[in-house]
């Protein structure tokens, strides 16, 4: 009887010299990637386009806080409280430039909102393929209009047509603190030279100046929205608008966020524009469709030319607060984008 034949059956029978090198092990391989060249140069252009970038917003911040650490010294808390700008006499504060700056670009939020996301609903889902490309680089233009230009169109355009509709605003919704125009004593005014050159205005200027802004950000949220979950909404029998809701609006809610922020950093730093509109002054004017408001950005650059090296100082300082209110909300806003859906996809 062979070897072979004495081993029962299902014993697998394996050589010796078989099984040792088997079970020897070998050594991971390492593989070397060469760089190319052209990669080499992306990656270094790549690299100190961004770090020049991040250099330069803190090369900003840097100035501005060197040159405007004198006044905000002196003033101290003030400086946040007071509504009178005289640094020559030591009394200085932007209360009120910082009020009408809030108060301009809510309105310019309000204005821009519905018509951003209503044009980045009409191009991403409504419209066809040929309209899309002709207006998707029209919504884009209008970002390249100079803010003179707005400007211009506000006050030899718009402020005539708008002056009948806060007229009627403020007579039929006076009962709305903010809506009422009213003299010092209390009364109403009527007369069209209370509505000029009001935070109104101006916020419907600036508005129409950063609906571009907030469009791209909507239109390439919305576009991202997967396709089969649209066709799985639809074959589902989901009409348009129920396929948008359950689908388009939920993945491009961060874009939705992400864009409006944006645009109302814009809207808080908005100069020449508002510059031209308003009429300055220095308290704070809680009727929106009064005469009368004031932005940190109209003020350094009404006070700039003829300002003292301590005025200087404070416009700098004015700034600066100016400057990291706008880097909040940028950051805020593109942290936003980079959690959702849709900004991950992008």
Known sequence: ???RDSVPKGTVVVASKTFDKITQVDSPRKFEARAELADAIFRAVSRSAGGITVGIMLAVG???SFNGWQAMQQAGGDFLTEQRWDPENGTF???????????IAAIALCVSFPLAFGTALLISEVLPARLKSILIPLVDLMAAVPSVIFGLWGVFFLQANVIPVSRFLSE?????????VTDDTGAHLSEPSAFTSSAFIAGIVVGLMVVPTQTSV??????QAPVGEREGALALGSTRWGMIRAVV???GKGGIIGGTMLGLGRALGETIAVYMIISPIFTINFEILKTGTNSVSSLIALRYGESSQFGLSALMAAGLVLFLITMAINFT???IVARSRSGAES
């Not at 909507?218 to 576009?223: G, I, L, T, V």
């Open 1 to 3: 009887m062979s070897n």
């Open 62 to 64: 840097v100035f501005l």
């Open 93 to 103: 504060g932007i209360a009120a430039v910082l009020a009408g700056t809030v108060t």
């Open 172 to 180: 039929y919704f006076s009962w709305i603190p903010f809506l009422a």
């Open 218 to 223: 909507m239109r390439e949220a919305f576009s």
């Open 249 to 251: 609006l939920p993945f």
């Open 333 to 335: 806003a593109s942290s």
